[in-house]
């Protein structure tokens, strides 16, 4: 077979099946509907498996589709950087590069981010600071920061990178013991555990009127300093936590916690790619600003 020249297709696939439509892949890639549609057709009849298939919810990946798109989704990504190489006058990445993050960005975000960067720029050496306190760039020599909520006044870059919000879980024993919460008045006559950063009023919203906002006072029952601290306590089923919903969705598929009180959802707060770099930003750090976005979309849309 010759490979190189499904590469077009690879590309057509890969938008198609990133935006789950035909019509707004072909119109992205400037091209007719009917032509993306014949890529495909070309790729599946090339590699012998159906990619895509049709149903009562729209467009969704066969298993082969699963697998090809895993591999295909950053392909326009680096086909750019190789061009972007040609005429780059810097030099290779190479060295340390520093990133610091929330502990809930860790799995869904900073740990797939890193090492599709690593992948493209191998000469790279990662060094990953997880924690919920807000530290300095240049104090503690760091490339880049993940910061949620409202930004402090500083000197730095701030790029938007997109929102997170919070729901309300427990683990599955706590909830047979104690009950699961029907109303928010219930939240009263349970254990909440909560951050060091969360305030005792929570604000909530209902997912049909997000507008429409409810404010419910608890008195914590555990505090903690650290995000993983607070799982730590959820899981051995001590009380109901109020989480990035981007940080639970591995938990809740595993079953050790549960969403309560599904109908409301916290605040969104805005997420920041933080950098120091004043003019323009080294490529591998541009690169894990996309990746950063990328994996933050995705995880998103799975929650």
Same mark, same amino acid.
């Given at each position: 077979?010759?490979? %190189? ?17 035909? *019509? ?37 990946? *066969? ?19 190789? #061009? ?39 000469? %790279? ?12 760039? %240049? ?5 880049? =920061? ?33 009950? *699961? ?21 929570? *604000?909530?919203? #209902? ?43 591995? #938990? ?6 549960? !969403?309560? #009180? ?7 707060? !805005? ?10 930003? !080294? ?18 849309? =799975?929650?």
């Amino acid at each position: 077979m010759d490979n %190189i020249r499904l590469v077009p297709s690879l590309l057509v696939f890969a938008e198609v099946a990133k935006r789950q439509s035909f *019509t707004k892949a072909a119109r992205h890639l400037k091209m007719s509907k009917s032509a993306a549609s014949q890529h495909i057709r070309r790729l599946e009849a090339d590699i012998g498996h159906q990619l895509l298939s049709r149903n009562t919810r729209g467009m969704v990946l *066969t298993a082969a589709g699963e697998r090809l798109f895993a591999r295909s989704e950053f392909l326009k990504d680096q086909v750019g950087l190789a #061009l972007l190489e040609v005429s780059d006058t810097q030099e290779t990445p190479t060295g340390p590069f520093s990133v610091t993050f929330p502990h809930s960005f860790g799995p869904a975000i900073v740990t797939p981010a890193v090492s599709q960067l690593c992948a493209e720029f191998p000469f %790279i050496e990662p060094r990953l600071v997880a924690t919920d306190e807000p530290l300095d760039l %240049i104090k503690e020599g760091l490339d880049v =920061a993940l910061y949620a909520g409202d930004l402090r006044d500083s000197g730095y870059r701030a790029l938007p990178v997109g929102t997170l919000t919070e729901r309300l879980c427990a683990s599955p024993s706590y909830l047979r013991k104690h009950g *699961t919460p029907k109303t928010l008045e219930d939240l009263q006559n349970h254990r909440w555990i909560a951050a060091h950063w969360q305030k005792a009023v929570l *604000t909530l919203h #209902l997912n049909t009127k997000p507008s429409e906002i409810s404010q419910v006072n608890l008195k914590p029952f555990a505090k903690c300093n650290s995000f993983s601290s607070v799982l730590d306590l959820a899981k051995e089923d001590i009380g109901i936590v109020f989480l990035p919903e981007i940080a639970g969705q591995q #938990l809740f598929q595993e079953g050790k916690l549960v !969403p309560i #009180l599904k109908q409301y959802q916290g605040e969104k707060w !805005p997420i920041y790619f933080v950098h120091p770099y004043q003019r323009e930003k !080294p490529r591998h750090v541009e690169r894990f600003y996309q990746l950063t976005k990328h994996f933050l979309k995705k995880a998103s849309n =799975a929650a």
